[in-house]
């Protein structure tokens, strides 16, 4: 069951989302090679939970097999949690990932989170050639119970059982970017996480209707209280200066994939307005709202007023620089800043 932070006594717990992105010039194994490195740091650095999330057919993310990476991820790490940030359930079927998953747990034990979501991860054209449901609401709620019931205790006269996975009771986590997975994970009480780093438009709404909707009382119920995270972009540095430099690559990134054209990450740019048209500039801003960016002090206070505005339990914080190394710097600076308790 995850842990109940108490909001108004600390600061929140914050955790890491890693897309394992490849920059420009970057091979994909040095991408899954800096991923690694991070792991380790924020593993060692204190932060709660380091999570990957799904992604096919991307210039951009290395992050499609996610089960795979986060048993990578096991071996070069000690105690951070490990999850799914997340599987996107309409891609496979509930018995594999309740193998999948349950091996893990078998191998590593309980350091694993199973995030799910109902989006394809991908563009149209891949999605269909990896499509095994629709993802509308009834049939993903179904196929969640399924799951669940595969890592849960054996069923007397089962035929069909996941094995490694049934026993293991790996926790779930519903994850949203609109209203319509806050409905599945409050029904059936689940422990719910907004994707507001990329999708800010509805997190309120979705967050009262979790609340709302949320019941502590059926079979299906992990947690006793409506338990929520959601996700920030993040970008620490020495200076508000170096901050906001080093953010144009992200920035540049959310440019490439809301207009289509998908690539490794860019370099900073010294100017975004010479380089892209002002029209997409505003697509960004837009897409990555939800964002602390800036020297130590500046970022802590946004992330406390965040989470105090939308009384979140927790922070997952992401974070893309063309250079890894500042990537892992910023999480440094942020977890000193928040007085993050060393592992």
Same mark, same amino acid.
């Given at each position: 069951m995850p842990p109940h932070p108490e909001t108004s /006594?600390?600061?929140?717990?914050?955790?890491?989302?890693? %897309?394992?992105?490849?920059s420009a010039g970057m091979t994909p194994r040095q991408a899954l090679e800096e991923s690694t490195l991070l792991a380790q740091e924020v #593993?060692?650095?204190?932060?709660?939970?380091?999570? $990957?999330?799904? @992604? @096919?057919? /991307?210039?951009?993310? $290395?992050?499609?097999?996610?089960?795979?990476?986060?048993?990578? $991820?096991?071996? @070069?790490?000690?105690?951070?949690?490990?999850?799914?940030?997340? !599987?996107?359930?309409?891609?496979?079927?509930?018995?594999?990932?309740?193998?999948?998953?349950?091996? %893990?747990?078998?191998?590593?034990?309980?350091?694993?989170?199973?995030?799910?979501?109902?989006?394809?991860?991908?563009?149209? $054209?891949?999605?269909?050639?990896? +499509?095994?449901?629709s993802g509308q609401l009834n049939e993903f709620a179904s196929e969640v119970l399924a799951l669940q019931t595969y890592l849960g205790e054996p069923q007397p006269g089962a035929k069909v059982r996941a094995i490694p996975g049934e026993g293991t009771h790996v926790p779930l986590w519903m994850l949203g970017s609109s209203t319509g997975g806050a409905q599945v994970a409050g029904a059936l009480g689940l422990p719910f996480s907004?994707?507001?780093?990329?999708?800010?438009?509805q997190l309120r709404e979705a967050l009262m209707v979790y609340r709302d909707r949320f019941r502590a009382d059926g079979a299906t119920a992990q947690v006793e209280r409506p338990t929520t995270m959601a996700g920030i972009n993040v970008l !620490?540095?020495?200076?508000?200066?170096?901050?906001?430099?080093?953010?144009?690559?992200?920035? %540049?990134?959310?440019?490439?994939?809301r207009s289509g054209q998908p690539a490794p990450l860019d370099p900073?740019?010294?100017? %975004?307005?010479?380089?892209?048209?002002?029209?997409?500039?505003?697509?960004?801003?837009? @897409?990555?709202?939800?964002?602390?960016?800036?020297?130590? +002090?500046?970022?802590?206070?946004?992330?406390?007023?965040?989470?105090?505005?939308?009384?979140?339990?927790?922070?997952i914080v992401t974070t893309y620089?063309? #250079?890894?190394?500042?990537?892992?710097?910023?999480?440094?600076?942020?977890?000193?800043?928040w007085g993050m308790p060393a592992a």
């Open positions: /006594s600390r600061r929140v717990p914050l955790s890491v989302l890693d %897309l394992a992105p490849r #593993d060692e650095l204190g932060y709660a939970r380091f999570w $990957m999330a799904e @992604h @096919h057919g /991307s210039d951009t993310f $290395m992050s499609s097999a996610t089960a795979l990476l986060l048993g990578h $991820m096991a071996q @070069h790490t000690s105690r951070i949690r490990l999850g799914s940030g997340g !599987v996107m359930l309409p891609n496979h079927s509930p018995l594999m990932v309740a193998e999948y998953y349950g091996t %893990l747990a078998t191998l590593y034990g309980d350091r694993f989170d199973l995030g799910l979501g109902r989006a394809p991860g991908t563009d149209p $054209m891949t999605a269909a050639a990896l +499509a095994r449901s907004f994707a507001s780093h990329f999708a800010p438009d !620490v540095a020495p200076s508000q200066e170096e901050a906001e430099h080093l953010f144009t690559t992200a920035q %540049l990134m959310a440019i490439r994939i900073p740019v010294d100017d %975004l307005a010479s380089a892209v048209p002002a029209q997409l500039i505003g697509l960004a801003q837009a @897409h990555q709202a939800v964002q602390a960016v800036g020297d130590p +002090a500046s970022v802590v206070a946004k992330l406390e007023a965040f989470a105090a505005e939308h009384e979140l339990d927790e922070l620089t063309f #250079d890894p190394e500042l990537r892992r710097r910023s999480y440094r600076m942020l977890a000193e800043a």
